[in-house]
């Protein structure tokens, strides 16, 4: 019977976060505030809602400030 390792919790969400990080698909602004929570320690679902509440406040923002430039 072969032995395998069984990667902890930490491995597999670190090995997953680079996985997301090298897709061009994602946004990249998510990607980064739950690294930056998870680099901080501080990934939690509030936290992470919170986080990705201001981002989504902010690209509204730079798409309406995008809009009015064109106009």
Do not use: Y
Not at 15 to 29: N, V
Not at 36 to 62: F, H, M, P, S, V
């Amino acid at each position: 019977m072969a032995i395998e390792k069984i990667q902890s919790a930490s491995e597999v969400l670190a090995a997953f976060m680079g996985e997301q990080a090298q897709d061009e698909s994602l946004d990249q602004a998510t990607i980064a505030v739950i690294a930056g929570l998870r680099g901080d320690d501080k990934l939690t679902r509030t936290n992470l809602l919170r986080k990705l509440d201001e981002a989504r406040k902010a690209a509204l923002k730079e798409g309406g400030r995008q809009r009015e430039s064109r106009s």
